[in-house]
């Protein structure tokens, strides 16, 4: 699952108060047309579309976006309320229900991707919280034409029932197609960006935003391909041939969860993966316990902490950094 956490499209650290939803997951769409599965439109303004309808949330008086999560046409999964939190979207069963919108609205048809991105965030739901099977539309709690035609009929033939992956892929937050980095990654397209001249300059900071979006369109238009925004292997060969360079190193083994996320002992934290109640990310674990020397039981507890822990000081890691948990640059340095 490609997940856009709070913290990426800039919401707030929590939204609404504690709930525990155990009934199934409710589908949702806007209400009117709002565009975002036309052809070519950008992903970036799924980013723009989640934070507006957390502004008009706010507005209405709610403590923000009233979903747990949104699925958008590109097959993003972007984090709403979240886990274990009150829900604001049907009424009569925001507190027993989780919430899944789909980004679409009026009679547009959702995507395949879209589709695909709704099935991941119900099985990432369930992966994490006793949560049941059932699937229902808005209409079912009140009168309204939520979710839409298209969608209720995917309830009705049982599409979006069908199986999902509820782990978080790897560099998810980045704003993208799913095929705009697997010719140069997102960091290295704002390097070159800003290599060619542009102004002001990118940060580099492995985020394809709006603002990198621009970047990289004017990067096409100065090397004469065609402007898409998207970094392909014409646009590749093109800045390759005007700087006389080679293609970056891709790393040898790239950290396995979404940014924001990090293996370590169980807790309340949705972000840390311990494999106690995640299975799906015990593979991964056994990999970090066989670089440390810790049993291969694929669960992070207190023993794998401690192996990680002596594995870091011995790496050379320093203050905060030594603290047993294993993120990005841990990962990095173990298999980098």
């Known amino acids: 699952m490609k997940l856009v956490t709070r913290r990426m499209w800039g919401g707030p650290a929590s939204i609404g108060g504690y709930a525990n939803p155990t009934r199934g997951c409710v589908a949702h769409y806007n209400g009117g047309a709002i565009g975002l599965i036309k052809p070519g439109k950008p992903h970036a303004a799924c980013y723009d579309y989640v934070r507006r309808v957390h502004r008009q949330h706010l507005n209405q008086g709610w403590a923000g976006i009233g979903y747990a ?3 958008c046409p590109h097959g993003y999964v972007f984090e709403g309320r979240g886990l274990s939190h ?11 229900w989780y919430s899944i919108q789909m980004m679409v609205g009026g009679g547009e048809q959702p995507t395949d991707l879209q589709i695909q991105a709704w099935r991941d965030c119900r099985t990432y739901i369930r992966q994490r919280r006793a949560v049941a099977a059932a699937i229902r539309g808005h209409y079912q709690f009140v009168s309204t034409s939520c979710p839409g035609t298209p969608t209720k009929r995917l309830i009705a033939n049982g599409t979006l029932a069908g199986s999902g992956s509820g782990t978080p892929a790897p560099g998810g937050g980045s704003v993208t197609v799913p ?8 960091d290295e ?3 070159a960006v800003n290599r060619l001249g542009y102004e002001p300059e990118l940060d580099v900071d492995d985020v394809f935003g709006p603002l990198t979006l621009k970047g990289v369109e004017w990067l096409q238009e100065e090397l004469g391909v065609t402007v898409d925004g998207l970094w392909g292997k014409v646009t590749e060969a093109a800045y390759l041939k005007r700087i006389g360079g080679s293609a970056p190193k891709p790393p040898a083994k790239p950290f396995p969860l979404a940014r924001g996320h990090w293996f370590g002992p169980p807790s309340s934290d949705d972000r840390n993966h311990s494999g106690y109640y995640w299975p799906a ?15 291969k039981d694929g669960r ?14 011995k790496a050379g890691f320093t203050g905060r950094a030594v603290d047993g948990l294993t993120g990005p640059n841990t990962w990095g340095r173990m298999f980098g």
């Open 281 to 295: 990310d015990r593979p991964h674990i056994k990999e970090i316990q066989g670089k440390v020397g810790a049993k």
């Open 69 to 71: 999560f949104l699925a």
């Open 189 to 191: 397209q704002q390097k």
């Open 86 to 96: 009150q829900q604001a979207a049907q009424p009569g069963g925001n507190s027993t």
């Open 300 to 313: 992070y507890g207190p023993k794998t902490k401690a192996a990680v822990t002596a594995w870091q000081r």
């Open 179 to 186: 095929h705009m980095t697997t010719v140069r990654p997102v």
